[in-house]
């Protein structure tokens, strides 16, 4: 009988999401089954499922509500069934399907890598206090972050059957929960980054810019009922293709421009950019444009992006831009240095550069490097390292289900 390894996905489900997760590979092994279980409709509301505007996979089975999903689920219950669990307790829907994965006891799979993300050093009074300024008091999203803990709380209180976590890190070394298991693993960008790590190529005169969306698109702003502000939005661009064009110049290469997975054109041919402003720049839509560019670019740009992996998979400088002359978001701005500082830079300031500070930043320093690989992105084990994340799950599968 075939293992079900069922993915409880809770955003759409696109092509990319396809092939970041491997699917396709996994799907090679005649003993897995991969599905889908995309519960978005669920799980998200309008404003936010409106966000992504990448192709959705039809690959997948998609719900409703919640009596439609337990339909299926209760069938799955009775056959081999893994899940892999990336649904988060955050409202009474994402609370309501954990209970039901949990006291199904089948065995769960949850993927929990740790990233670079900026932590405050105290969280103190002044700290919440300084947030409740800055969010000028918007109680929808103190709500959204009372609901999110208090469902945590209580899904943490009701026992599961064998817990998987995949992760970069031993996160539950201090526990004594001796129904979770640690298995080593990469994040994915890291993963998909070794399927074209043998491929050698003449090196092209190109510049990578990661582009996160922002402030064109909303982002996770709808998620958490964050208000989405679209300001001064042409100056912001002019000045970033200003940038951009400098670049160009400086170091006789063009920049590519690779969207936000969330926002590739589904119709590639006819539309380089769902962003209006990068349309008179190249844009590369491909799903795997970074696996496939980042061995022979000269450098990467962005302001904040987990997607530099790549940068560091390839050892290619990296630099952090932000802009003086307009707001950013308090997450994105302590990213964006945080991101600059664990790598050796400085942000560049768009508005007020030249090429020599530029130049300045485009170093690979080696620790560094090494530093932000094993904390971040794998983990130093040649068996997972060296290996795709779908080897890594088909190794687990034949060890403990099949």
């Known amino acids: 009988m075939k293992l079900n390894l069922v993915y409880l996905f809770p955003y759409k489900f696109t092509e990319y999401s396809f092939y970041k997760f491997e699917i396709s590979k996994l799907s090679k092994d005649k003993n897995i089954n991969p599905i889908i279980h995309d519960l978005s409709e669920i799980l998200g509301n309008e404003k936010l499922n409106s966000t992504w505007r990448t192709k959705i996979e039809k690959r997948t089975s998609k719900f409703h509500t919640i009596k439609q999903w337990l339909k299926t689920f209760d069938k799955l219950k009775r056959k081999k069934t893994v899940i892999f669990n990336f649904v988060p307790s955050h409202n009474l829907s994402g609370f309501i399907i954990n209970y039901f994965v949990k006291i199904s006891k089948l065995p769960i799979i949850k993927y929990s890598p740790v990233g670079p993300y900026s932590q405050p050093s105290k969280k103190d009074l002044r700290f919440y206090i300084k947030r409740l300024k800055e969010h000028k008091f918007n109680f929808k999203l103190y709500f959204f972050w009372i609901k999110f803990y208090f469902f945590q709380f209580l899904i943490n209180r009701i026992n599961s059957g064998k817990v998987f976590c995949f992760s970069n890190k031993n996160i539950h070394k201090n526990t004594q929960n001796f129904s979770i298991s640690e298995v080593e693993f990469n994040t994915y960008d890291y993963s998909n980054a070794l399927s074209y790590k043998k491929e050698k190529k003449k090196l092209k005169k190109y510049i990578i810019y990661l582009d996160n969306g922002a402030p064109y698109f909303a982002g996770d702003a709808h998620l958490k009922n964050d208000p989405f502000i679209q300001k001064d939005l042409k100056k912001q661009y002019n000045d970033l293709n200003y940038f951009l064009d400098k670049l160009e110049k400086y170091f006789n290469a063009k920049v590519i421009v690779i969207p936000h997975p969330k926002y590739k054109s589904p119709n590639k041919k006819k539309i380089k950019s769902l962003n209006p402003f990068f349309n008179k720049r190249i844009v590369n839509n491909d799903y795997d444009a970074l696996a496939k560019l980042s061995s022979n670019c000269l450098f990467f740009v962005n302001k904040f992006s987990t997607a530099m992996s790549y940068a560091i998979f390839f050892n290619k400088p990296i630099i952090n831009i932000y802009s ?79």
């Open 324 to 402: 003086s002359q307009y707001f950013h978001p308090r997450e994105e701005f302590e990213s964006i240095f945080h991101q600059a500082k664990l790598i050796g830079n400085k942000p560049i300031d768009i508005c007020n550069f030249n090429k020599q500070i530029i130049v300045q930043n485009l170093k690979v320093r080696p620790s560094k490097y090494k530093f932000y690989k094993y904390n971040f992105l794998t983990v130093k084990n040649k068996s997972v390292e060296s290996k795709e994340n779908y080897k890594l799950i088909k190794r687990l599968a034949h060890k403990e289900f099949i």
